[in-house]
């Protein structure tokens, strides 16, 4: 009888197919990961070694375990390009500095940059299984921070609201909130746009889209269309966080929890943090709750790192509106900031889902504390 012989020229022809491709490469002598590096023109006035690193995890300060890595003085080009070969299937990122020290290390303050990244600008590691190229820029003060977009509707009727939506913008667009003493970390880069809110349609439409992109939306306290149904739903249906500020913000949240079920949506409504669940009142203090939101991504001496501790953050008193739930419970999906001096049952700043009550009728107006914690509270409504 013969023998078969089908199988092995099968296994011959996928061989051959295989011989010219990234698989098998990978297989039998590992990948390439080349590319290019850029230089920005305040990195090109810094002396030094030009570092090139495969990693295979990351850590902080663009740290990681170091699988390749070349290092040379290099006559400045418009691209420097790279190379590494016999790379093993795996995660890698590459990460380029100036070694401007000498010491084969990357320090605070050396030109530095990573691909690719997350949406900080973090370097993060990568699934390899072909030849890669990649393309980085090294930056002298590291990567510039991601812009986020920040949309704020006010009253163009409203002097006072006109005003307030000024100061938010300058608030948010200016290191104002770090150029003050013992205030630490890194300021994020928003780009503040202006919505009248009577540019809002007041018939709903399923596909508005506010000026401003896919954004965080800020509502002044001296907004006067919270009770219109079909406005109240074209905002809420952006589809973002909404920080509702004082007795505006919290009037609309009343209108959006109670067509929440009639409009569709699922997932948490803001039933205890809308007006008819709050308190008016007046404060310049509060106490702190969840302290970890006031600290990032700005710190501030005059804020303390543990919650029931008083915090000032107006320097006169400001009239607020203050959630109400008996014997400190958090909220349902979400969490309180801020409560009334010794009074566990009113909250002036608290999250449901993704929506934000801001109690204040304006930004407090301390910068080591008001100031930070407002721009921290937008930081993290960014991410609804």
């Known amino acids: 009888m013969k023998k078969a012989v089908f199988p092995r020229l099968l296994v011959i022809a ?14 039998l002598g590992g990948y390439t990961v080349s590319g290019t590096i850029s230089f920005s023109s305040s990195a090109r006035t810094v002396d030094g070694n030009i570092v090139v690193r495969l990693l295979s995890t990351t850590a902080a300060g ?6 390749n890595e070349s290092s040379s003085a290099y006559a400045w080009e418009e691209l420097l390009p790279f190379a590494f070969d016999k790379v093993a299937p795996g995660s890698y990122c590459v990460v380029a500095f100036i070694d401007a020290n000498y010491n084969g290390a990357w320090d605070a303050g050396e030109p530095v940059g990573g691909y690719p ?16 190229t990649m393309s980085l820029a090294v930056w002298k003060n590291g990567p510039p921070l991601p812009v986020l977009q920040v949309r704020v509707v006010f009253d163009e009727t409203n002097p006072s609201d006109i005003s307030l939506a000024g100061r938010i913008r300058t608030l948010l667009t200016t290191n104002l ?6 205030v630490t970390g890194t300021m994020p880069r928003f780009a503040v746009t202006l919505v009248s809110q009577h540019t809002v349609p007041s018939i709903y439409q399923s596909i508005y889209i506010m000026p401003g992109g896919a954004a965080p939306i800020i509502l002044t306290p001296g907004i ?13 249906n952006q589809l973002r ?9 919290s009037r609309f949240l009343e209108t959006v929890s109670m067509n929440w079920a009639v409009w569709g949506y ?3 409504r803001p039933d205890e943090i809308r007006w008819n669940m709050s308190w008016s009142n007046s404060a310049d203090t509060v106490e702190t709750r969840n302290f970890a939101a006031w600290k990032v991504p700005l710190d ?13 953050l107006a320097q006169t008193m400001f009239p607020t509106v203050e959630a109400y739930k008996s014997v400190g419970l958090p909220p349902a999906g979400g969490e309180w900031y801020a409560a009334r001096i010794g009074d566990p049952s009113h909250f002036p700043i608290g999250r449901q889902g993704r929506f934000l009550l801001f109690g204040f009728a304006d930004v407090p107006d301390r910068p080591q504390t008001g100031h930070v914690l407002f721009t921290n509270l937008v930081k993290l409504m960014s991410a609804y």
């Open 300 to 312: 501030s001496t005059a804020i303390p790192g543990a919650d029931f501790i008083a915090v000032r």
């Open 117 to 132: 990244t997350d949406a900080s600008g973090a370097p993060v590691v990568v699934k390899i299984d072909r030849n890669t």
């Open 266 to 268: 699922s997932g948490q």
């Open 62 to 67: 663009y740290g990681g375990a170091v699988v």
């Open 14 to 27: 996928i061989l051959v197919s295989l011989a010219g491709c990234d698989l098998l490469q990978g297989l």
């Open 224 to 236: 006067t269309m919270h009770s219109d149904e079909p406005w109240c739903h074209n905002i809420a």
């Open 177 to 182: 909130p770090v150029a003050v003493p013992g």
């Open 241 to 249: 966080g909404v920080i509702a500020m004082g007795d505006g913000g």
